[in-house]
Structures are given as structure tokens and as C-alpha cells.
């Protein structure tokens, strides 16, 4: 897909191309120990319809990414380059009042923790209708109304008695729907939702996943899932993005990522995950070490200091930085130095997932 | 709800019984007689003992503190027979001094206080809260550090420096102001507010100092809050996110402080009222104090401490409005 | 490790040794715990009801389970096991001792042969502490000199949880959340004890970290014959580590069974319910599968429903389970169930 140059500036959706576009992202903030590299050169696309998950582990740099499609960053002390576009229009570098005012419409997000992330001293109801306010200025009748209906649509029973209550009055799962009923409240084209189920049961979590599910059928809106969970991307995502130390080390379609992945760290973090299959006696096989600091990234493969493939000592693994590169299969890359033929053999004969 | 307020005015009852118990303690552990000091040069004995027993300071300092409650809450007489003077309720006694009836002095002397302390206190609060939250939004700029220096110079100030500074500058040197002093606000509220404004910055300006710093860490602290960013992700403006989202939450921890600093701003108004002679409730307690004038210093200590317990019940209730989670029980 | 008395061919167990299978290490028997809380405007009193009536044992060098929704009462029950909380009601056997009203010092020699890891690595670590106190503080506590002194053995056991020896004088916030808690881990078992008690010991670490550490205890557990009682939210983690596994509904114990008849082959409801709501990543390409959906949240332990409690969200509650509280009986599969209508045969 070309990425043509006219900025269209028309909330309008446009079909011919993809809804966001990442391209060569990096951000830096400046802080007292030296530059936190959070994320360095990652591009995707997503169309509108689709949920692209992205995975790894804390740190990895995937809630600053989501930031950033947003906007959200403190600019004074961070170093945003590359490109974001929404709907056509680039975020990087826009002017704050014109991403402001995409923001809950254009994008939207939900965030993690439900509880710290909703205001306590208001309402539910009237911190949903306010999202509404914000684009439909002046519509107080209309945005209570319209709360009501969205705590009715994600699930909250008597929605109208429930407009009324605080935030520590809701349950986990409750707090997470009137999350979702606030970001959806503009039928966004775009949902980001950073963690959504992290602090959730795994009986709720099946709810809001569901929910998300629905939501996105009924808006056809495009959804980045981040979650560290591999079981919950697996369940929702149709591509997903793997990160590691603020690089996306492997892309691809949730079949080729998760059941044919190519990446040593994909295989590091399929084994270590317990599965509900498989001989529960065996050992789990854990990546050895820990993930890196950001300020001071490993040389060559940011992995290299855990992966148990890797060609050091002459070998390109600790002195070039692999990149991102198409492998057979289209759709799906990988930023491994071994040979595609090599990664295949290995991953047939050596690795084990829960499945067996 | 009720059942709360009910449960803190009879505390409330409790501490002020015990605050003047303590008080009365205090008074009969000075080795002085107030008579002593009373009758001046012509003393003897005998004249001694007669102000003592028209005192009633003669009876067992408890018989004594009974009767002072007695007048309190029902009224007292003194004297007997024909000299004795009728006292009604809510009898704080007569001063030793001069005779005249402690309510009169109080009710002389207690808007002074309340003028200086109010208006000290919207002082404090406007300015202290308003520059530390201009400070925390602005964190790191120019301003900012400017006026974090301000308050740093401010908070380790003390008034018995900075108002005969302002006195001299003002009044003596610009005749900018006249002599600090005080004017019922009924009768020429001009007159009150000018004469009140060197007291009031006084006061004000140095406490205004410790709530700067205060407002500007709670602010930068809000406005790192998961829910400062779900308010900017919501698409709100600027202001919309500091004013309704982050400075709601940062003022609640300020209204507690501001409640507890009413006691430290009494102590601010005796010095304040002593450096510029203002004839408050402050200055008159002093005075009464070293005259041992018993009737004086109980009421003016009670006084205070109703204040004080007050206004910690007004700011529970308000903690209770401003944060729903907050139930009060 | 096998003890002598099972080796065949071994006629009688030595009189000194207690019969293992006869004696479980730890029995818990219709524990509660209510808290009193205060309520609405008025202040009401009322009872959470944490926990209300648990049963179940655990023999040495077992690991059992409690897997539960947030809030079911798991970790309450953790910490009345190991006398952190005093229990409202119920009995606690330990190695044939009611410890339910043992005081301070008596507790104090229990220590010894009862521990707990927490789950939060960040908080559960005194900050200003290096490792070495911190590890050593049981050693101290309880006055144990052992051979070759406190910080020779304190090395050893940085060693044993895969920390490096010379570690022994940093902080806490010097080390990351899988080692902190390593420093967790070695700190209880300082004092080599028969049973911890771990409340989600991996819960806040990474997926690659949380391997190393269950890989952890699970040679601990082997090497030193430990007994756990593992607390998880994670079902996958817990069918990893425990041979037993109780599942807990509201401050009850719904279901107890071993590993196969739990994750094979679940009677309760809601036990399937849990299991069928874990997004798994090897069941890939199974997205069209039939998941029990459940309804709602867990009600608030204030006000349980009557008779079984999971009947607001059952899809086979029928009259009765409103009326008759389900006792928690053995099925034909061997697990204890505490359902009128048990499913039957194994799981999709
Ligand atoms: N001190 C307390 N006072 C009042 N209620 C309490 C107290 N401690 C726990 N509870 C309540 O008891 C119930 C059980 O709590 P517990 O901490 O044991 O849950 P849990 O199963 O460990 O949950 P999680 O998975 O979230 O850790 C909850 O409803 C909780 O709110
Ligand atoms: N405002 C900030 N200032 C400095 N460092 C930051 C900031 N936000 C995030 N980081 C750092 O960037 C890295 C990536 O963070 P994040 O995207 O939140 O990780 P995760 O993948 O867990 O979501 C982390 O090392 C984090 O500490
Ligand atoms: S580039 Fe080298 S070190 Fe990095 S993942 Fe591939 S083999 Fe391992
Ligand atoms: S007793 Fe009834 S309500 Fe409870 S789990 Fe069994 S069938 Fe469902
Ligand atoms: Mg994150
Ligand atoms: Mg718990």
C-alpha cells in the first residue's frame, strides 16, 4: 500500500487505505540516567475492522506506543520521530489543539487499570457523557442520554440508576465496561486498549473480550489490543506484533506469529507460558536472564544476551541490529539474523509448545 | 450523617471541658497571686486578702471552677447582698483588671481577630494555591522556579521581621496606607480594608509561602494520575483537564491543610496584633496572661479552641462532599 | 523424595516416624473468617464473609492449589493458615497440633515449619534492609546460630533460589521483580520448613520471569520435600505446580480433587466455567469453540445468596440450589464436590 502525501484533513473515512499508519516510530524521553529509548523504529498498518495485537513483556515499549498514536506524551520531555497517520492525517508533529480534537473520535483508548483510571471524585455517568460533550459541545440532555445507552450497550444492568454512581462503587469488571462505554461513546474509528483484562478475572475477562468482539462488529472500528498475554491475543487478534526492548522483532498474521513463529524470542515466550494441555510434570522452559534496561540497550540483537541461538564472537548477532525482513510467508517478518530456513528447522525440531 | 455530627459535637464538648479544666490547672500552678499583682504599690495582707475574696480566688481552685461553669452555661452573681452584680449567661466573669465583663472585651476584640485571620486566610489561599498550581503547570520554567524561590524566602520568614518592614515602608516612609488599625467594616468597610491590608499581607503572604509548596506537589502528583491521562485521551481541552479533572482531586489534601493551619494562623494573628498594636483577641490574651487575669485568659483560650475544633469538623464535612468515597462515620 | 516406609520389600516403618499416609501435615476444618465492616450512612454493622466454612488437608511434600475469582477468599485463607489472621471459626491442624488459639510464642517455634512468600515483590521487602538482613531475619528471629554461621548459610540459600552469594549486601530496589522475589523466596526458607504458604508468588512478573521462578519452586519443592499451599489466579500456572487443587466460589470451597480430575474432568459448574474462560494460546484456531459464558459478577460477600451460592450465575441452577446449600460430597471421579448436579465426563 503507498502511502500517498496529501494530508486529508476530512474526518471522512477513507477506505482505500488503511486507517492508521505507523511508520519508523521512535520515541525517546530525556530522563535523569540518559535516554530511555522506548520505542525505536517500529512501523505498522491497520485497517479499520481489524484488531492487531501487540505483545511482550513490561517495558517492551507498547503503552508508549499507544500513547503516541494518541498524542498523549509530554513533548517537553519527549522525542517523538517517524511518522503517525490516522485516518490519513499525521499525528507527529500536529499541532495539540488539532490532535485534541481527534482524540475520542479519531482514536480512543481504554487503559489498564479501570480504577485509577477513571476520576474518583465524579460519576460514571457524567464522566462518559462528558467524552461526549467534548464532540457534540452543548448536548447535556443528549450526552446523558446517550451514556445511558452506551452503560446499557457494554453490559452494566440498570444503566439509569447506574449513571449516578461513583467509580468505587463498581465492581472490576463494571469499572472496565464503563471504561469501554467512555471510549466508545463517539464510535471511534480507532480503540486502543492498553492491558484492558490485565486486572481482571478470567470469567470477566472472557466478558469484556466478547464485548470488544461485538463492539468491534456493530462499528467496524479498527482495534490495537496490547496485552502481554499471548492466550488473550490468540483469542483476539488477527495480526500481531511481537516487542522487545522498544523494537517489533516479528509481524505477522495470528496463525504465523503464534503457531509457525520465527523469532527465537517468540519461542522463548510460547514455552514459557503454562498451558492447560500438555504433560503438566514437564518443566516449563523459561527465557534465561531478564528483559534489558532501554537506556542501555544490548549491541546487535537487543536478545542476544539471552537468546540460546545466537552467533557471537565474529557472528553478526551482538554487532548488527537485525532487521525487520519479509520471510517466505507474506505478511509475515522477522528481524532474526539466522537464516529462514535455519529458524524453520529449529522451530520444527527443537521447540516445544503446550501442545504436545 | 446526623448521628456523626451529633457524635462530634459532643466530643467537641468534651475537649473544650477538658481544654478549660487544663487551663484552670495551668492558672493556679503560678506560684502569683493575681491579687498580688492587682493591688499595686499600696499592698499588705490585708489588702490582699480582700481582693482575693471579692475575686473568689479564697475558694478551692474545683469550688472555683464550678462556679465559673455554673455562669457559663446558667449565670452567676457576685458579691452579696446589695453589691452583688448580676452576670447572665453565657458568664465569662469580669476581668480583674478593669472590671468590666469579659463578654464586653471579647465582643470587642473578636472581630479584630476574625478580620485579621479571614482575610489572612483568603489571602493564603488564593495566592498560595493559585501560584502553586500556576508553578506545577508551568513546572520547570522560569516561573516556576521563581516562585518556588519566593516561597522558600516566604516559608522561613517570620512576622515580627517582614510587618515592621512593611509598617515602615508603607505607612511611615510612602504613607501609602494609614496606621494599621481597626474599623468596623459596618461602619466604613474603606476604612476597614485599608487599615486591615498590612496585618492581612502580613500574615497571609508568609503563610501563603507554605501553601504554594504544598499546592504545587499536589498538583504535579495529580497530574500524573491515570486519570489526568484519561481525561486528556478523551479529547478535553487544556483547561477542562486542570481545572475540573486534576485540580478537583489536588485541593482535597489543601482544604485539610488549610483547616489544620487555622490554629497555627491564630498564633500568626497575636504576633501579627502585637507587631502592629491592633487590639485583637490575641493581644488582649497576652496582656492577660501577664496580668494573671484568670476570666480573660479562660475565655480567650476557650474561644480558640472552639475555633479550632470547629473548624476541623467543617473540614471533615467538606472532605466528605469534595470526595465521595469518603464516608463519614 | 520417597521415604523409606514405601520402598518394597521394608516391613515396618521405624517407630520414631510418623505413618505418612495416616497423618496429613496440615488439615483445615471448617475455617471462617467474618470481618466486621460498617455500613452506609448510618454506619451499619454488617459481616463480609471472607471466608465461611473451608475444609481440606494438605500431606507432606504436597502441593495443593487454591484457584478462585478475586475476592473468593483465598487469600484470607492463606493467611489464617499461617496465623497472620486469627480464624472466626473452624480448626487448624498442623502435624497433628490444633494450632486454631495458639498464641504469640507459641507460634514463634511454629514458624519454623511454616512460611509465607507474598505476592507483591516491590512491597513485602523491607526497603532499607540489604538481602542478607532480610534473609537472615528468621535465622535471628528464632535465634539459630547454624554451622559455619548466619551469612555462610544466608549465601547458600542466595544460592539455592539462584541469586549470586555476593548479593548478599545490595537492597531490595537494586534487584528486578522476578529476583526480588528470589530474596522472597529465600528469606522463607531460611528456616527450612514443612509448609509455605505462597499467595500468588508469580502473579506480578513477566511470563518469562514467572517461568524461572515456578521452575524455582518446583525443584524446592522436590529437592526439600516442601508442602505448598499455592495460591493462583492463573489456572494454567496452578495446574503446573500442584498435584491437588481446591477451587474457591465466595468463601467456600466448591471443588477439590487432583490435577487430572479437576482439569480433565470438572463436575462443578463453575470449575468448568473457569477453565472454559482461559484464553489459551495452543487452542489457536479453535476461536468458533463453545465456551460457557458466565453472567454478571460474583456477589458481595456481605449478602451471599441463599443455598448455593453460585446460583446467580449457574445456568443449571434449579429450585433446590436456592433452598439447600450443597455439601461439599466425593463423586465417582474421587473429587469433592459441593453441587447437586455435578456435570459428568471430561471436558471439551
Ligand atoms: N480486613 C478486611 N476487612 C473487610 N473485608 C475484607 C478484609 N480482608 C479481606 N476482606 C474481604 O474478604 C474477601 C476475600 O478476600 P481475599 O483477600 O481473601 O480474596 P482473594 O481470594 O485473595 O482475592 P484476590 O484474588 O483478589 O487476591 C473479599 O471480599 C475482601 O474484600
Ligand atoms: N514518561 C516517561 N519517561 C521516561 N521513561 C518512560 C516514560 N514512559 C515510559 N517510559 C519507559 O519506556 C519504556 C517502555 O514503556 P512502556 O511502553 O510503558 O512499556 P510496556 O511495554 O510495559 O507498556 C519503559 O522502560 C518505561 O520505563
Ligand atoms: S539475531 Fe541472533 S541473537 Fe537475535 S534472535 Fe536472532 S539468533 Fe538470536
Ligand atoms: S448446586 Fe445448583 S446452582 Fe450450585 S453449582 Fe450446582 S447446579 Fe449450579
Ligand atoms: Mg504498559
Ligand atoms: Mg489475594
Known amino acids: ?356 | ?329 | 523424595m520417597s521415604e523409606q516406609t514405601f520402598e518394597p520389600g521394608s516391613q515396618a516403618a521405624p517407630t520414631a516416624v510418623a505413618p505418612r499416609s495416616s497423618s496429613p501435615l496440615l488439615t483445615v476444618e471448617g475455617l471462617a473468617k467474618h470481618f466486621p465492616v460498617k455500613q452506609g450512612a448510618f454506619g451499619t454493622k454488617a459481616l463480609v464473609r471472607a471466608v465461611d466454612g473451608v475444609d481440606f488437608s494438605v500431606d507432606r511434600g504436597e502441593t495443593l492449589g487454591l484457584v478462585g475469582e478475586s475476592g473468593c477468599g483465598k487469600t484470607t485463607t492463606g493467611r489464617m493458615v499461617v496465623k497472620l489472621l486469627e480464624a472466626t471459626a473452624g480448626k487448624i491442624v498442623f502435624e497433628g497440633r490444633d494450632i486454631t488459639r495458639f498464641n504469640r510464642s507459641q507460634m514463634r517455634a511454629l514458624r519454623h515449619d511454616l512460611q509465607i512468600i507474598f505476592q507483591d515483590p516491590y512491597s513485602s521487602l523491607n526497603p532499607r534492609h540489604t538481602v542478607g538482613k532480610i534473609v537472615a531475619m528468621p535465622l535471628q528471629v528464632n535465634g539459630i546460630n547454624p554451622p559455619g554461621g548466619v551469612k555462610k548459610r544466608v549465601q547458600e540459600l542466595l544460592e539455592t533460589v539462584g541469586l549470586n552469594p555476593e548479593h548478599y549486601n545490595r537492597y531490595p530496589h537494586e534487584f528486578s521483580g522476578g529476583q526480588r522475589q528470589r530474596i522472597g523466596i529465600a528469606r522463607a526458607l531460611a528456616l527450612r520448613p514443612k509448609l509455605i504458604v505462597a499467595d500468588e508468588p508469580v502473579s506480578a512478573l513477566d511470563v518469562s520471569i514467572q517461568a524461572q521462578v515456578i521452575n524455582l519452586l518446583r525443584d524446592l519443592q522436590r529437592e526439600f520435600d516442601l508442602a505448598f499451599v499455592f495460591i493462583a489466579h492463573d489456572l494454567a500456572v496452578v495446574r503446573h505446580f500442584c498435584q491437588r487443587i481446591g477451587v474457591m466460589y465466595l468463601g467456600k470451597m466448591v471443588e477439590i480433587g487432583d490435577r487430572h480430575q479437576i482439569y480433565e474432568e470438572p463436575a462443578h459448574p463453575y470449575t468448568r466455567a473457569l477453565l472454559s474462560a482461559v484464553p489459551d494460546v495452543t487452542k489457536i484456531g479453535e476461536k468458533g469453540r463453545e465456551r460457557i459464558r458466565l453472567e454478571g459478577d460474583v456477589p458481595t460477600p456481605l449478602n451471599p445468596p441463599s443455598g448455593c451460592r453460585f446460583r446467580t450465575r449457574c445456568w443449571k441452577a434449579q429450585p433446590k440450589c436456592a433452598e439447600v446449600e450443597p455439601p461439599l460430597l466425593q463423586i465417582g471421579t474421587g473429587q469433592q464436590v459441593a453441587c447437586h448436579f455435578p456435570e459428568t465426563g471430561p471436558i471439551a
Open chain 1, 1 to 356: 500500500m503507498t502511502a500517498t502525501a496529501s494530508s486529508a484533513a476530512t474526518s471522512e473515512v477513507q477506505d482505500d487505505r488503511p486507517y492508521l499508519e505507523v511508520d519508523d516510530l521512535r520515541v525517546q524521553f530525556k530522563t535523569e540516567d540518559g535516554i530511555v529509548r522506548a520505542v525505536d523504529g517500529i512501523s505498522f498498518k491497520l485497517e479499520r475492522g481489524r484488531t492487531l495485537g501487540i505483545v511482550g513483556e513490561s517495558g517492551s515499549g507498547k503503552s508508549v506506543t499507544s500513547l503516541t498514536v494518541l498524542g498523549l506524551h509530554n513533548m517537553a520531555r519527549t522525542r517523538v520521530t517517524g511518522s503517525v497517520r490516522v485516518n490519513g492525517r499525521e499525528i507527529v508533529g500536529l499541532d495539540e489543539e488539532k490532535v485534541r480534537r481527534m482524540r475520542g473520535r479519531d482514536m480512543a483508548m481504554i487503559f489498564q487499570d479501570p480504577l485509577s483510571a477513571l476520576h474518583p471524585y465524579y460519576t460514571i455517568g457524567r464522566q462518559i457523557a462528558e467524552a461526549y460533550l467534548v464532540h457534540h459541545p452543548g448536548q447535556k440532555a443528549k450526552a446523558k442520554r446517550r451514556a445511558i445507552e452506551m452503560l446499557d450497550r457494554v453490559g452494566i444492568p440498570q444503566p439509569q440508576r447506574r449513571y449516578d454512581s461513583y467509580p468505587h462503587e463498581f465492581s472490576g469488571g463494571m469499572r472496565q465496561r464503563a471504561m469501554i462505554a467512555m471510549a466508545l461513546v463517539n464510535d471511534p474509528s480507532l480503540l486502543i486498549a492498553d492491558e484492558p483484562t490485565t486486572a481482571l478475572d478470567v470469567t470477566v475477562q472472557a466478558q469484556i473480550l466478547d464485548l470488544l468482539d461485538d463492539l468491534q462488529r456493530e462499528f467496524n472500528s479498527a482495534i490495537i489490543m496490547i496485552t502481554h498475554d499471548l492466550g488473550v491475543v490468540s483469542r483476539v487478534a488477527n495480526d500481531v506484533m511481537v516487542m522487545y526492548g522498544g523494537h517489533a522483532i516479528e509481524f505477522g498474521s495470528v496463525d504465523q506469529v503464534l503457531t509457525e513463529p520465527q523469532h527465537p524470542y517468540t519461542w522463548g515466550l510460547l514455552q514459557s507460558v503454562p498451558s492447560l494441555r500438555g504433560n503438566a510434570e514437564d518443566d516449563l522452559d523459561p527465557i534465561p536472564g531478564s528483559p534489558p534496561s532501554l537506556i542501555n540497550l544490548p549491541s546487535g540483537c537487543a536478545f542476544h544476551p539471552r537468546c540460546a541461538y545466537r552467533m557471537i564472537g565474529g557472528g553478526p548477532c551482538d554487532l548488527e541490529v537485525p532487521e525487520l525482513l519479509p520471510t517466505a510467508q507474506e505478511g509475515h517478518v522477522v528481524a532474526c539474523h539466522l537464516p529462514e530456513n535455519e529458524r524453520r528447522r529449529i522451530f520444527a525440531e527443537e521447540i516445544k509448545l503446550g501442545a504436545e
Open chain 2, 1 to 329: 450523617m446526623i448521628r456523626y455530627l451529633v457524635k462530634r459535637v459532643l466530643l467537641a464538648i468534651l475537649s473544650l471541658v477538658a481544654v478549660s479544666i487544663i487551663t484552670f490547672i495551668l492558672f493556679f500552678a503560678v506560684p502569683t497571686s493575681p491579687a498580688y499583682v492587682m493591688c499595686g504599690k499600696q499592698c499588705d495582707a490585708h489588702a490582699i486578702a480582700q481582693t482575693e475574696q471579692r475575686l473568689g480566688l479564697d475558694k478551692p481552685t474545683y469550688v472555683q471552677y464550678g462556679e465559673f461553669m455554673k455562669g457559663l452555661v446558667a449565670g452567676r452573681s457576685y458579691g452579696t447582698g446589695e453589691l452583688a452584680v448580676k452576670c447572665p449567661a453565657p458568664c465569662l466573669g469580669f476581668s480583674f483588671r478593669t472590671n468590666e465583663p469579659v463578654t464586653d472585651i471579647i465582643g470587642r476584640t473578636l472581630p479584630v481577630t476574625v478580620s485579621i485571620v479571614v482575610g489572612a486566610t483568603v489571602l493564603q489561599l488564593v495566592l498560595g494555591v493559585g501560584l502553586g498550581m500556576i508553578s506545577a503547570l508551568r513546572r520547570g520554567t522560569a516561573f516556576d522556579k521563581a516562585a518556588v524561590g519566593v516561597s522558600l524566602v516566604g516559608a522561613s520568614m517570620q512576622i515580627y521581621f517582614f510587618g515592621p518592614i512593611l509598617l515602615l515602608l508603607f505607612v511611615y516612609t510612602m504613607h501609602l496606607l494609614p496606621n494599621p488599625g481597626y474599623t468596623s467594616p459596618f461602619d466604613d468597610p474603606g476604612q476597614w480594608f485599608v487599615q486591615m491590608l498590612l496585618p492581612w499581607v502580613t500574615l497571609g503572604f508568609l503563610n501563603s509561602a507554605i501553601f504554594a509548596r504544598l499546592s504545587r506537589a499536589q498538583m504535579l502528583e495529580t497530574l500524573s494520575e491515570d486519570f489526568v491521562r484519561t481525561a486528556r485521551a478523551k479529547g478535553l481541552t487544556k483547561w477542562k483537564v486542570y481545572g475540573r479533572h486534576a485540580l478537583r482531586a489536588a485541593i482535597t489534601p489543601i482544604v485539610t491543610t488549610a483547616g489544620l493551619y487555622f490554629g497555627a494562623s491564630l498564633g500568626g494573628a497575636v504576633i501579627t496584633e502585637t507587631v502592629f498594636g491592633v487590639n485583637g483577641l490575641g493581644r488582649t490574651a497576652v496582656q492577660a496572661v501577664n496580668d494573671l487575669n484568670l476570666p480573660v485568659v479562660m475565655a480567650t483560650v476557650l474561644l480558640a479552641a472552639f475555633f479550632i475544633i470547629l473548624l476541623n469538623i467543617v473540614v471533615d464535612m467538606l472532605y466528605s462532599v469534595i470526595d465521595p468515597r469518603v464516608r463519614l462515620s
